[in-house]
Structure formats: C-alpha cells, structure tokens
C-alpha cells in the first residue's frame, strides 16, 4: 500500500493544485486531505478552528489522514499534517513524503490574509513564525525535496516525478 505520493509543506505552496497535475501525469488517483476533513466533519476548516480551536483542528486532521487506507494516489495534506509524529509515521506507511520547498517571500505572496483560509496557526503568530517553526519540520520528515523555487506548476509536477523516478 505504500504506491501513494504524499504531498507536504506551507499552506499557499501548491500541494493540491501540483498533486492534481502530479495524479494527471502519472495516472494515479488525488485526494485532498482538507476537503476529506470537510467531508468528514461537515464544517468548513476556518469554522472547525475557530469552534474547537488549533489543537481539536488537528486531533481531527490527524484522525482523517490516520484513517487513509488508498493505493496509486496522490495526496495533498495541510500544512498543518507534519505537526503530529503518529499521522507522518502513518502517512510515511502510504508513501513517500514529497516537500514542496518554497521560500518565505513566495509563500507570503500566496497567502495574503491568515484568518480566513483556514490555516492551523496559534493565536498572534504571524506566518514568518509559522514558516520559521514548520520549514524544519517539513525538512526532517520528507523523503523528497522538491526545491520549487520559481516554477510553474507543470515545472513542479514534473520535478516531483523525476524525483520519483517516475517521468
């Protein structure tokens, strides 16, 4: 069961939109960590966040990917999924964990305002702190790095794919 790719990294770095790209390319099926937790749940990230807070956020995400049992998939998690070392041992079960490198100018391009995206982030953090907190993290999890530093999404995708051995 470990045929899957497991996208990892900053919230507004590419995960679904290369994982998308990636399962096209390669002939896999995607799935989209946040809308299985939304479908799970019922309620959009923001309001599961501002209902139970940053730690009930994650004990649900860490559930939803916990409970993903797929085969020839790609998926796309939170930024937030590495935060739990019990969902990165399960995930690492699936699949390699591919990083998608971004450095923090790119990333504060994508995402202009934090408190409505649904981003797990600790109340008067800023997202120089998160990125400054998360990037090592990412870093020491993945098992592929994909600098993906001013590329398109079809560049990206197909650097995935070749550090996979797959192009």
Do not use: W
């Amino acid at each position: 069961m470990n045929n899957n790719v497991i996208m990892i990294g900053m919230p507004g770095g590419g995960k679904s939109t290369v994982g998308v790209v990636l399962a096209k390319m390669l002939g896999m099926d995607f799935l989209d960590g946040d809308l299985a937790i939304i479908r799970r749940d019922g309620r959009k990230l923001q309001q599961i966040i501002d209902q139970d807070g940053v730690s009930g956020f994650l004990d649900l995400e860490a559930a939803v990917l916990r409970d993903l049992h797929c085969e020839n998939t790609v998926i796309a998690t939170g930024g937030s999924a590495v935060l739990r070392a019990d969902t990165v041992a399960h995930l690492k079960t699936l699949g390699p964990l591919v990083y998608l490198y971004h450095p923090f100018a790119e990333i504060r391009r994508h995402i202009p305002d934090l408190h409505n995206r649904g981003i797990a982030f600790e109340g008067g953090q800023t997202l120089e702190q998160m990125y400054a907190y998360r990037e090592p993290i990412y870093r020491a999890c993945a098992d592929i790095i994909v600098e993906a530093v001013d590329m398109t999404i079809t560049q990206v995708a197909m650097a995935v794919a070749q550090a996979l051995g797959r192009s």
